[in-house]
């Protein structure tokens, strides 16, 4: 088995899985990792799958969620 998220491993993804992570907005970086909130599947890079896991940052999908459920109790 090939590194999934390195080399021969990420040729077959759109642009060698390069382009804009959703949670920290940078461009051109690798988007390796797919994260689930609310249904909906992200693609996000290392540095925020990292820090979504150590509940530093969250998605912005999940965060839309939260916002709504306050708004409508
Ligand atoms: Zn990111």
Known sequence: MSKAHR??????QFAYGRGECPVC??????ILYEQEAGG???????TCRAAIKNGTKSLP?????????????
């Open 7 to 12: 080399g021969k491993g990420i040729r077959d």
């Open 25 to 30: 907005k940078r461009n051109n970086v690798k």
């Open 40 to 46: 909906v599947k992200f693609k996000i890079c290392k």
């Open 61 to 73: 999908q999940a965060e839309e969620a939260k916002t709504e459920e306050t708004a409508a109790s």
